[in-house]
């Protein structure tokens, strides 16, 4: 962190400063037991410029980095960072890198132990090496590499609460909900080469530089911490500044003799001022180094995370909030899906219930119309049943009347013949008084006519009353058409 941070922060207790609250318990990274991370992805935010590397994780490792294009102004896209159903199946480790500016960065030399017990010592020191107010600060350790196995060296990186949350809500806004929050600073201390002596390394930060500056000393890392620089003609100035201020106080802890090597990591753009003014300050000669790819960054910086050496700096709060806007999510998600269901179901039976609906019209329709033609089929028929029947009555009338005239007797006088309802056949004549027993016989020999497939020509004779008068005597018959011999 820069001086000037240093400067005007407040002491606890004084009038203008807040009161004081608990202290913050350090944010130490726990993956849950049985996690199974399938892929990680690494977010830089820095302003308005966005660069997104998705891992695949091997173990505890993760493949070449693929970075993905993004939109500028638009959000992150959900497929690859959102956290959904999915993430049950394949879980992802969101990473997002901590601008460098404000944080704060301290040197511990501690008897080796377990993390907890670490984490423990650096509370209690918390009030003294912090430049904020310990309740208002997001806090956490890592352990850097140490020869003495009987000593660690812990890294403890503290941030303000405040800018934390700023930093979150920002990502939050562009749909970034990040598991870890990490310093890409603080882990270029674990790749960087062997070598004592000052290690200067720097960071574009748009309108201002941060250099990051450390100190080791036989292989033990003495000093760290965050110089941000603006943009401008006096950065090289004001970084020697700094520098001998920090050797001054390395020179009367009794950590730092002398100053023996001197190592840039910077940008090639920026090697010959640098160079150059260290070399002045320094009197010798600078060994530098080119900086490491930022994608290769990247995946040094989830790997650490995946295998829990790096620090993150998600307040815990922070982290129960997300779990349970991730639990939330799946519930609202499992219920739109229920809905979602339920809605298709019901469009699905209404589809087949209008389907049905108009199925049952046109059958209704279809059977009007077969009604109709059922009831013109009807009357064809009927009048069909008629015009045979009346075909049929004619040429029975025909062949009654052949046969009944053929059959008349020469005694018997036909005065007029006649069809009665187009069914009887009345026949009227006269005969002598002596003849009249002609009649009846007459009457026997129409009972008998048939046709040619032998079926009786009449159903039934009927003869009329006989009236005399002097000599002659007037007769009739009604004879009746066998029915079973029409349609």
Not at 98 to 127: H, K, R, Y
Not at 421 to 450: C, F, H, I, P
């Amino acid at each position: 962190m820069s001086g000037t941070a240093l400067e005007t922060a407040l002491p606890p207790g004084s009038p203008t400063a807040p009161t004081p609250a608990p202290v913050a318990a350090a944010v130490i990274p726990k993956t849950a037991r049985g996690t199974n991370w399938r892929q990680a992805t690494v977010l830089s935010a820095t302003g308005d410029t966005r660069r997104l590397w998705r891992f695949k994780v091997q173990k505890d490792s993760v493949g070449t980095p693929e970075e993905l294009k993004l939109i500028p102004g638009k959000p992150l896209p959900d497929s690859v960072v959102g956290k959904g159903w999915n993430t049950l199946m394949a879980p992802s480790l969101n990473v997002a890198w901590l601008p460098a500016d404000q944080v704060f960065l301290q040197i511990l030399q501690l008897p080796s132990g377990p993390l907890e017990e670490v984490t423990g010592v650096v509370e209690l020191q918390l009030d003294k090496i912090s430049p904020h107010p310990s309740a208002h600060t997001v806090w956490s350790v890592e352990i850097l590499p140490n020869p003495d196995p009987t000593q660690q060296t812990v890294l403890v990186v503290i941030v303000p609460r405040e800018r934390v949350q700023e930093h979150l809500g920002e990502l939050e806004k562009a749909g970034f909900v990040p598991d870890r929050l990490a310093v890409p600073f603080a882990g270029q201390l674990r790749e960087l080469p062997a070598g004592d002596g000052l290690w200067v390394l720097t960071e574009d930060g748009g309108t201002a530089l941060h250099f990051l500056l450390a100190w080791r000393v036989n292989g033990i890392w003495r000093e760290v911490s965050v110089v941000t620089i603006p943009q401008g003609p006096g950065v090289t100035g004001a970084l020697i500044s700094h520098l001998t201020r920090l050797s001054w106080a390395g020179e009367l802890a009794g950590w730092l003799p002398t100053v023996t090597e001197a190592h840039l990591v910077a940008p090639a753009s920026r090697r010959g001022e640098l160079e150059s003014a260290l070399s002045a300050w320094r009197g010798g000669s600078i060994q530098y180094h080119e900086p490491v790819a930022i994608n290769l960054r990247a995946a040094s910086s989830a790997t650490a995370q995946l295998r829990n050496q790096a620090a993150t700096l998600v307040p815990a709060e922070t982290q129960a909030r997300h779990r349970q806007q991730f639990v939330d999510r799946l519930w609202l998600q499992g219920l739109g899906a229920v809905g979602m269901a339920y809605l298709l179901g019901v469009v699905v039976y209404l589809g087949l219930l209008n389907w049905q609906k108009w199925d049952l019209e046109n059958l209704q329709s279809d059977n009007v119309g077969l009604a109709l033609q059922y009831t013109n089929t009807l009357a064809t028929k009927a009048q069909k049943e008629i015009l045979e029947e009346q075909v049929a009555l004619r040429y029975a009338a025909l062949e009654s009347w052949q046969q009944s005239i053929e059959k008349l007797p020469a005694s018997l006088n036909l005065s007029t013949i006649n069809f009665v309802k187009g069914r009887t056949l009345r026949l009227d004549g006269t005969t002598s008084t002596e003849s009249q027993a002609e009649v009846v016989g007459y009457g026997n020999e129409l009972r008998k006519l048939t046709l040619t497939n032998g079926v009786t020509l009449f159903s039934g004779v009927k003869p009329g009353p006989i009236t005399v008068r002097g000599s002659l005597a007037t007769w009739s018959l009604e004879a009746e058409l066998n029915r079973s011999e029409l349609p």
